[in-house]
């Protein structure tokens, strides 16, 4: 028998005509709110909290007493401090706030670190802008481009906002949208087709910055290709200055319609080098890049020009593939399927955020390691995985989890996938945190060879040392010591490949050794190294296996080691660049090595993070760009980081 008692929306609705409000209240009431996501938490508003209360102000009675002189009798005392009068106070244009009339006060101010480095600034942006001006001028005049009738301060302004969006990695459509906020300071804008016509003109200004970068001074180059985008490739220059500071800077970015041949990027490098920057043949000593064949191919291609150059692969590609050489078809099939799930199903995440209270960790086919990540997370909560997985959702037809849940729910697949988990990830940690390590942009030369080393120490221990995967297989072994010794043994089979390969790339005969050692001869400029190893007249000579280094610097060097060695005596630490600052007049030779040297890096990932600037600031929506706007905005991002 149906019941005869009203719905809630049923009762709620005979009195809706007469009280809305309190009818939707009391049916609000009845129903079961939905649990709110984190994100909808409230924002924390950053709360000024004031000034302690000061004792009232008793003005002097000088003649400097601002009761006896205003603000405008201030701004005549200090014409160069540019002060003005703004709704009768006293307000500092270069400070950007109100200052005090006191005399003594304003002295104070004018002396702040504060104010100096804005009147430094402030004269900084005048020389800009004027630049800014000529060149604008100069373009628009040869290219015929519209714009020759408008006012300096408007075409300055134009030309600002076109490099503030470039850098920003804004879309230049959206610049109709900040027209009405950009005007409020007086100047026109105008639609973003007339900001484009200056775009030819911004790169040009930024290459023609690299160019003088690049004037006259040693070079090396990061280079590599991507296909995430479009077909790209980068062109990442470094060099160090006379005050010992490394820089690098992005000087091109070349699209092309199809995958490159090694001849091909060969090309490209000798145009953009020799003929676009007028880079010299002995200026340029080291190119760092992905292994790939085609990058072999062309720098095998350029180097009978460039007779000093040092090919170096990128050693952290190169432990990357260690990863992927750990046998693990168990694992790996599991783990692509766990990606697979979380990728295509936004409901599967809210069930594991709710379930674990962490969010999944997402995995990215550029960003090295990450599936190491995903297997690493995997690992700590297999726990919840298991119960996640196992878990029946009504409603629920995905075919990927029910396939992850047959494996789960079959104990001797849920083993293997749990042992070959601890193993991946208890010997896969130390690579991927050296490759962390060797991927920035400082004087990674230094230790590159202490990395690899204690990476092939630890993979050729006998046996290789593995705690907690040891302590996983006690686990699944339940008591049973034969169980025990068989897991352990699995376990040991699954990074033997990884170890052969290993081997096989930095040990002796490979081709990264030769770079190795070469790591290893670069110590010798580091003061705390070179005191911790004491070297020889005799040991200098590996420096040799840089091939920017001739006998006659060696021999230079050796003249100066006694002396060096003494130097670095008490050294307990200290940043090398820094130390060589203050004692390069003391040590010419080794000074002038060690600026090559540090060209010199293990890694290619300079010219990966272009590609992820790439990514970031050109989405599918922006296919359309010209290589001109692309290559400009990723310049001024890439080269004005700091």
């Given at each position: 028998m149906a019941s005869s008692e009203p719905s809630v929306?049923?009762?709620?609705?005979?009195?809706?005509?007469?009280?809305?409000?309190?009818?939707?209240?009391?049916?609000?009431?009845?129903?079961?709110?939905?649990?709110?996501?984190?994100?909808?938490?409230?924002?924390?508003?950053?709360?000024?909290?004031?000034?302690?209360?000061?004792?009232?102000?008793?003005?002097?009675?000088?003649?400097?007493?601002?009761?006896?002189?205003?603000?405008?009798?201030?701004?005549?005392?200090?014409?160069?401090?540019?002060?003005?009068?703004?709704?009768?106070?006293?307000?500092?244009?270069?400070?950007?706030?109100?200052?005090?009339?006191?005399?003594?006060?304003?002295?104070?101010?004018?002396?702040?670190?504060?104010?100096?480095?804005?009147?430094?600034?402030?004269?900084?942006?005048?020389?800009?802008?004027?630049?800014?001006?000529?060149?604008?001028?100069e373009y628009i005049a040869s290219s015929r481009a519209e714009g020759r009738t408008l006012p300096a301060e408007v075409l300055v302004f134009r030309i600002q906002c076109l490099k503030s969006f470039m850098s920003a990695g804004v879309p230049l459509a959206k610049v109709d949208h900040f027209r009405p906020l950009l005007e409020e300071r007086g100047e026109r804008l105008t639609g973003r087709q007339h900001l484009a016509d200056l775009i030819p003109m911004v790169r040009d200004n930024e290459r023609a910055a690299v160019k003088s970068f690049l004037s006259s001074r040693p070079v090396s180059i990061i280079f590599d290709g991507t296909t995430t985008v479009c077909e790209a490739m980068a062109i990442v220059v470094r060099c160090v200055g006379n005050d010992f500071t490394v820089q690098q800077r992005l000087a091109s970015l070349s699209l092309a319609a199809h995958s490159m041949t090694g001849e091909q990027v060969a090309h490209k490098l000798l145009s953009i080098l020799s003929i676009e920057y007028q880079v010299q043949?002995?200026?340029?000593?080291?190119?760092?890049?992905?292994?790939?064949?085609?990058?072999?191919?062309?720098?095998?291609?350029?180097?009978?020009?460039?007779?000093?150059?040092?090919?170096?692969?990128?050693?952290?590609?190169?432990?990357?593939?260690?990863?992927?050489?750990?046998?693990?078809?168990?694992?790996?099939?599991?783990?692509?399927?766990?990606?697979?799930?979380?990728?295509?199903s936004p409901k599967s995440r809210l069930e594991w955020k709710a379930q674990t209270n962490t969010s999944i960790c997402t995995y990215s086919k550029t960003r090295w390691w990450s599936k190491f990540q995903v297997m690493q997370q995997l690992h700590d909560l297999f726990g919840d995985v298991v119960q996640f997985l196992l878990l029946v959702v009504p409603g629920d037809s995905s075919v990927v989890r029910k396939r992850m849940r047959e494996n789960i729910q079959d104990l001797e697949m849920r083993a293997r996938i749990q042992m070959q988990l601890a193993v991946t990830v208890e010997f896969g940690k130390p690579f991927a945190d050296s490759t962390y390590r060797l991927e920035g942009d400082g004087p990674l030369c230094f230790i590159a060879y202490e990395e690899v080393s204690a990476l092939l120490n630890f993979a050729n221990a006998d046996p290789v040392y593995l705690p907690s995967t040891e302590a996983v297989a006690t686990v699944l072994a339940n008591g049973n010591a034969g169980h025990r010794a068989t897991w352990i043994d699995f376990a040991r089979q699954c990074v033997v490949p990884a170890i052969e390969y290993l081997n096989r790339k930095f040990g002796a005969g490979g081709p990264l050794?030769?770079?190795?050692?070469?790591?290893?001869?670069?110590?010798?400029?580091?003061?705390?190294?070179?005191?911790?190893?004491?070297?020889?007249?005799?040991?200098?000579?590996?420096?040799?296996?840089?091939?920017?280094?001739?006998?006659?610097?060696?021999?230079?060097?050796?003249?100066?080691?006694?002396a060096y060695l003494a130097a670095c005596?008490?050294?307990?630490?200290?940043?090398?660049?820094?130390?060589?600052?203050?004692?390069?007049?003391?040590?010419?030779?080794?000074?002038?090595?060690?600026?090559?040297?540090?060209?010199?890096?293990?890694?290619?990932?300079a010219a990966e993070r272009v590609f992820s600037l790439l990514e970031n600031s050109f989405s599918s929506k922006q296919e359309s760009s010209l290589a001109d706007y692309i290559e400009a905005s990723l310049m001024l991002q890439y080269n004005h980081r700091d």
């Open positions: 929306l049923e009762a709620a609705d005979e009195h809706a005509d007469c009280e809305p409000e309190r009818t939707a209240l009391g049916v609000l009431d009845r129903l079961r709110p939905p649990k709110e996501s984190d994100l909808s938490r409230k924002r924390a508003i950053s709360v000024n909290k004031g000034s302690q209360k000061k004792g009232a102000y008793k003005p002097p009675s000088t003649a400097r007493s601002p009761k006896n002189r205003g603000p405008a009798y201030r701004v005549k005392q200090f014409p160069n401090e540019r002060l003005e009068v703004r709704l009768g106070k006293l307000f500092c244009t270069v400070c950007r706030h109100e200052v005090s009339l006191v005399h003594s006060t304003l002295l104070h101010h004018f002396a702040s670190k504060k104010h100096t480095d804005a009147k430094e600034a402030r004269v900084k942006k005048t020389e800009e802008k004027k630049q800014l001006l000529i060149d604008g001028q043949p002995h200026h340029l000593i080291a190119a760092m890049r992905d292994r790939a064949s085609v990058n072999d191919v062309a720098v095998r291609t350029i180097r009978p020009l460039y007779t000093k150059l040092m090919d170096v692969g990128c050693f952290s590609h190169t432990l990357d593939h260690v990863g992927d050489a750990i046998r693990g078809d168990d694992v790996k099939a599991f783990v692509c399927n766990w990606i697979q799930l979380f990728t295509h050794y030769d770079c190795v050692q070469a790591f290893r001869a670069a110590r010798f400029c580091h003061p705390v190294k070179a005191h911790e190893m004491r070297p020889a007249v005799a040991d200098l000579d590996d420096l040799a296996r840089f091939p920017f280094i001739d006998a006659a610097d060696i021999n230079s060097m050796k003249v100066e080691l006694p005596e008490d050294i307990a630490d200290v940043q090398p660049l820094q130390w060589w600052r203050a004692h390069a007049a003391q040590f010419p030779s080794f000074a002038a090595t060690l600026q090559k040297i540090v060209l010199v890096q293990p890694s290619s990932a």
